[in-house]
T-cell receptor, first 114, second 116 residues
Framework: GQQLNQSPQSMFIQEGEDVSMNCTSS?????WLWYKQEPGEGPVLLIA?????ELTSNGRLTAQFGITRKDSFLNISASIPSDVGIYFC??????????????FGTGTRLKVLA | DADVTQTPRNRITKTGKRIMLECSQT?????MYWYRQDPGLGLRLIYY???????NKGEISDGYSVSRQAQAKFSLSLESAIPNQTALYFC???????????????FGPGTRLLVL
């Protein structure tokens, strides 16, 4: 099945560092979303992006919807230990046949060293 | 109280057994989804339902069936479980925005299933 390419797969960073991860696809999406999943929990929405080129912030998180509508990035500034988790991107659109698509990336596992 | 609940949270079963995973939501959303999560593969859509009378296959529906008993309830069944169905299963709900063009999904806590 179709999936989004998300990178990096995992990263270890020091507390206070900035983090950047991205998601790319061969398909165009109408909406990009970024989720965080903590152990034993379901994904929780962080940021939703609705327009190409849109840049949206949520606290220390900033995400952008690529101009081509085929990619998105998520930045976390000044990381803290509670940022640890798996971050997923997701793209949503209806294809030409009207079929609903909601595709997830493979995830970026983030570990923050205090 | 959680808006999206799943039962059971953990289950161990044997090959060939029938098993049902249940999902309930109090968000009042029309749309409900079942995903499975495997290490390194992210989440993959099994089935989705846009209302009580609407059921659609996702990308990996083989070996699964669903039932939308009410707006608030969406069950996933494995008629004859096999080991490669060992995974973490998530239920999610969503509703359209006021513009009717975008939506956000809200996930349950997951059910960890082990098929021996």
């Amino acid at each position: 099945g179709q999936q989004l390419n998300q990178s990096p797969q995992s990263m270890f960073i020091q507390e206070g560092e900035d983090v950047s991860m991205n998601c790319t696809s061969s398909s165009i999406f109408n909406t990009w979303l970024w989720y965080k999943q903590e152990p034993g929990e379901g994904p929780v929405l962080l940021i939703a992006l609705y327009k190409a080129g849109e840049l949206t912030s949520n606290g220390r998180l900033t995400a952008q919807f690529g101009i081509t509508r085929k990619d998105s990035f998520l930045n976390i500034s000044a990381s803290i230990p509670s940022d640890v988790g798996i971050y997923f991107c997701a793209g949503q659109h209806y294809d030409t046949s009207g079929t609903y698509k909601y595709i997830f990336g493979t995830g970026t596992r983030l570990k923050v060293l205090a | 109280d959680a808006d999206v609940t799943q039962t059971p949270r953990n289950r161990i079963t044997k090959t060939g057994k029938r098993i049902m995973l249940e999902c309930s939501q109090t968000k009042g959303h029309d749309r409900m989804y079942w995903y499975r999560q495997d290490p390194g593969l992210g989440l993959r859509l099994i089935y989705y339902s846009f209302d009580v009378k609407d059921i659609n296959k996702g990308e990996i529906s083989d070996g699964y069936s669903v039932s939308r008993q009410a707006q608030a309830k969406f069950s996933l069944s494995l008629e004859s479980a096999i080991p490669n169905q060992t995974a973490l299963y998530f239920c999610a709900t969503s509703d359209l925005s006021r513009l009717g063009t975008v939506e956000t999904q809200y996930f349950g806590p997951g059910t960890r299933l082990l098929v021996l």
